[in-house]
């Protein structure tokens, strides 16, 4: 009798690990299509290139409370007209987020992977196709560095954004990830100078 419920526990156990197997196959499958989680990328690719991060923004992020003219000038440095339109993007920023976590639960998704098909899906146009290896190199970079920030916004979205915290956090992942994408275009550039 004990054997009989240990080879039905080990079976019924086999068939849940297989299954969870599968579905993260779908998911991962229906992430690299998602047209949502494409833009997620495109956005947050996009912001680093119109902000501008000096001294000033990142000891604003250190933080534990802004000031309107605070808020204001950090909204402007990331390249937005004032803090209202800075918090409208993150509150639609986190509305995505959240979807996609729902939709794929990605704070548990093995993170090589999610990077994987970040890069996957940043090289999916035409005109990435077209790219020299040094500048693929770099979006591939940029790719995983979007990656990582999405997941860390994710962190963030669970913050009340009403209160400051949670803008401070988006900014400082925001910065994080210039950092990153930084080293990526050092990359490229070194790769270009071979």
Known sequence: MKNIKTLLTFTIL????????????INT?????????????ENSISILQRAKFSEQVKNLVKKDNLSKSELDFLSKS????NGNAYLDYIKNYNT?????????????????????ISEKVINKTSVAQRMSACERIRRNCLAQAAAGAVVAHLGCATLDITVIAGVICHAAVTIGQAAASDNCNAEAETCANQ
Do not use: C, H, P, R
């Not at 086999?14 to 196959?25: T, V």
């Not at 548990?108 to 994987?116: A, G, I, S």
């Open 96 to 116: 995505q987020i959240k979807s996609l976590q729902k939709k794929y639960d990605l704070v548990n998704m093995d993170k090589t992977e999610l990077k994987k």
């Open 29 to 41: 499958t229906n992430l690299e299509s998602d047209t949502q989680f494409s833009q997620l990328l």
């Open 78 to 81: 990331f390249g937005f007209e």
């Open 14 to 25: 086999s068939f849940f690990l297989i299954s969870m197997k599968s579905n993260a196959q």
